[in-house]
T-cell receptor, first 114, second 111 residues
Framework: DTEVTQTPKHLVMGMTNKKSLKCEQH?????MYWYKQKAKKPPELMFV???????INESVPSRFSPECPNSSLLNLHLHALQPEDSALYLC?????????????FGPGTRLTVT | DAKTTQPPSMDCAEGRAANLPCNHS???????VYWYRQIHSQGPQYIIH???NNETNEMASLIITEDRKSSTLILPHATLRDTAVYYC????????????FGKGTKLSVKP
């Protein structure tokens, strides 16, 4: 099974809402990632978790709060977002974070902030 | 910032080989060359990677020049389903070496 699943596929939320994005993998990977992709732009790294610990935060605003409850699950908690945060949010996983490795990406959650 | 330069777009006839170039003139000795692609509205898909030697797998071949300053991804028999944005990425092999996506090449395979 080389699948990374993400839920929901689409999410519309207001600026005062609190919502969460969920990502799951069952490949035994110990590294998980969140990326943000604006329309017609390449993906941009947000967070990296390695062995369930946050190892990289690419200066992401605090209204995005990641969580890794176990090695298979990665959440992204959203609060007080702005319309410019509307984007495709991609989750990925890999066996490791050093050396040569492949990252497996999920299909993404399309987020619209109104 | 991305360390690679790719043409913004290319066309290829169905059934022919697609050759996608990538320039990475500032690559250092411990940096790998990776190729991913992203079909419209899907997550990126890993294709292949290499360090010094040419590589081949069931999807594609990767040709890296001897000085490692450029590479070419070859899709031997392009199909309509290969239409996508192809990203060439140079990544450090260390623990902080993450994928930094550039603008990529939009490959259009035409019948």
């Amino acid at each position: 099974d080389t699948e990374v699943t993400q839920t929901p596929k689409h999410l519309v939320m207001g600026m005062t809402n609190k919502k969460s994005l969920k990502c799951e993998q069952h490949m035994g990977h110990r590294a998980m990632y969140w990326y943000k992709q604006k329309a017609k732009k390449p993906p941009e790294l947000m967070f990296v978790y390695s062995y369930e610990k946050l190892s990289i935060n690419e200066s992401v605003p605090s209204r995005f709060s990641p969580e890794c409850p176990n090695s298979s699950l990665l959440n992204l908690h959203l609060h007080a977002l702005q319309p410019e945060d509307s984007a495709l949010y991609l989750c990925a996983s890999s066996h490791q974070t050093s050396g040569a490795y492949e990252q497996y990406f999920g299909p993404g959650t399309r987020l619209t902030v109104t | 910032d991305a360390k690679t330069t790719q043409p913004p777009s290319m066309d290829c006839a169905e059934g022919r080989a697609a050759n996608l170039p990538c320039n990475h003139s500032t690559i250092s000795g411990n940096e790998y060359v990776y190729w991913y692609r992203q079909i419209h509205s899907q997550g990126p898909q890993y294709i292949i990677h290499g360090l010094k030697n040419n590589e081949t797998n069931e999807m594609a071949s990767l040709i890296i020049t001897e000085d490692r300053k450029s590479s070419t991804l070859i899709l031997p028999h392009a199909t309509l389903r290969d239409t996508a944005v192809y990203y060439c990425i140079v990544r450090d092999g260390g623990s902080q070496g993450n994928l930094i996506f550039g603008k990529g090449t939009k490959l259009s395979v035409k019948p």
